[in-house]
C-alpha cells in the first residue's frame, strides 16, 4: 500500500482510491454497474506488488485478470483489471466489457487532472506521463463505443478528487482545453476528411458530450459536401457580420405583418416551415437531417440577400430584417456555426 504513484499525489492506493469513487460517478452517468466498477477500481493496482509484474512490467493488468479470476471474483471486474489499461497506442483496440470501458476512462481521467493539479502538464516533447495517448484513450472511448457523458462534469468531478487541486474551476477549464486539443488531433490526424474548418464550426457550439460533438461533425461534413453549402456558408458568415457589426435592438423573431418585399415573405414562410420540421429532428440529435433540410432553404436565402436592403432607412423595416437574419442564423447554430466553414 506503500508504493508511490507520485509524491504530491499520494501512493498508488490513494490512487485506486480516487478511481473508485470517479469510477462509480461515470458508472451511474452511463448506466452502468456502479458496484462492478468500484471494485474493478478497488483491485486495478493489486498486481503492481506482484514479483512477476516486478519482474515483468508489461504484464499489469495481465497478471491482475489472473489473480481475480484464481480468487473467484466476477468475470468482468476480472476482464477490467485488464482493459484499464486499453487503448495502449493510436489505433490499439479499446475494452470489451462494460466496466472495462468504465475503469479505463476514470483511471486515465484521474492521472490527466491529478498531474495537470501539481503544474506538470506536456509541454513539447516532454509527456512523461504520457497524458496525450491518455487523453486521446478517453476521448476514443467515449466516442468510439458511444458513451454519452457531460465531459467537463466529468473532469470536474476528476479535479475535485485529488488532493492537491487549489483553483478547481480554473483546473477542470485547462484540463478541458487540453482534451479539446487532443480531440482536434484525433479528428484531423485521421484521414476521414474533416478539416479545421469543421472542428472549430462545432467546437463554437461547445456540445457537452464527446459523443455529442461526434454526431454534430460527421453531420457538418455531410453538408460540406452538397450543392447548397459553399451558398449558405456564405451566408451565415454574412449574416453574422451583419449582426456583429449592428448592435441594434431587435426581436429575437420576425414580425410577419412588418415584411414587405416578396424575397422577405418567403424567405420567412420557408424559414417557419423548416423550423417546424427540424426542432423535432434536433431532439433526437439528427444533425445530418437537420442540415440536409435547412439547405434547401439555400434559393430563398439567396433570393432575399439579392432583392432586400437589411440595412433600410426604416427602423421598424430594418430592425425586423435583422430579427429574420438573426432568427435563420439560430436554426443553423443548433446543430453548428457554419460561418466557420470555408468551402469550395
Do not use: W
Not at 92 to 113: M, N, W, Y
Amino acid at each position: 500500500a506503500d508504493v508511490v504513484f507520485q509524491k504530491k499525489l499520494g501512493t498508488v492506493a490513494d490512487k485506486s482510491a480516487r478511481v473508485e469513487k470517479l469510477a462509480q460517478i461515470l458508472a451511474a452517468a452511463l448506466g452502468s454497474d456502479s458496484a462492478r466498477a468500484a471494485r474493478a477500481a478497488r483491485l486495478s493496482k493489486c498486481d503492481l506488488l506482484s514479483e512477476m509484474v516486478g519482474e515483468f512490467p508489461s504484464l499489469q493488468g495481465t497478471m491482475g485478470r489472473y489473480y481475480a479470476l484464481h480468487d473467484k471474483e466476477d468475470d468482468e471486474v476480472a476482464a477490467a483489471l485488464e482493459e484499464q489499461y486499453l487503448p495502449r497506442y493510436a489505433g490499439d483496440r479499446l475494452p470489451q466489457s462494460d466496466t472495462g470501458a468504465v475503469l479505463s476512462v476514470a483511471e486515465k481521467l484521474d492521472t490527466i487532472a491529478g498531474i495537470f493539479s501539481i503544474g506538470q502538464r506536456p509541454s513539447g516533447t516532454r509527456d512523461p506521463f504520457a497524458l496525450r495517448r491518455s487523453g486521446l484513450g478517453v476521448l476514443r472511448l467515449l466516442i468510439e463505443k458511444e458513451k454519452e457523458v457531460d465531459l467537463r462534469a466529468l473532469i470536474e468531478d476528476a479535479v475535485n478528487l485529488q488532493p492537491t487541486a487549489e483553483n478547481k474551476a480554473a483546473l477542470t477549464d485547462e484540463i478541458y482545453a487540453y482534451l479539446l486539443e487532443r480531440l482536434r488531433a484525433y479528428y484531423l490526424d485521421s484521414d476521414a476528411g474533416i478539416t479545421a474548418q469543421m472542428f472549430d464550426a462545432v467546437a463554437a457550439r461547445q456540445p457537452a458530450s464527446p459523443l455529442d460533438f461526434h454526431q454534430r461533425i460527421l453531420a457538418v461534413q455531410e453538408f460540406a459536401g452538397l450543392d447548397a453549402a459553399q451558398s449558405l456558408a456564405a451566408a451565415n458568415k454574412r449574416i453574422a457580420n451583419i449582426l456583429r457589426s449592428n448592435d441594434e435592438e431587435h426581436a429575437a423573431t420576425a414580425d410577419p405583418s412588418l415584411l414587405t418585399e416578396e424575397a422577405e415573405k418567403n424567405l420567412y414562410r420557408q424559414m417557419e416551415d423548416a423550423q417546424r420540421e427540424v426542432m423535432p429532428l434536433l431532439e433526437q440529435r439528427d444533425y445530418r437531417g437537420a442540415l440536409n433540410r435547412l439547405a434547401s432553404l439555400r434559393p430563398e436565402v439567396d433570393q432575399f440577400f439579392d432583392d432586400v436592403m437589411v440595412m433600410a432607412d426604416d427602423e421598424s423595416l430594418r430592425r425586423n430584417r435583422l430579427a429574420l437574419l438573426d432568427q435563420l442564423r439560430q436554426l443553423f447554430m443548433h446543430t453548428a456555426d457554419l460561418s466557420r466553414l470555408q468551402v469550395g
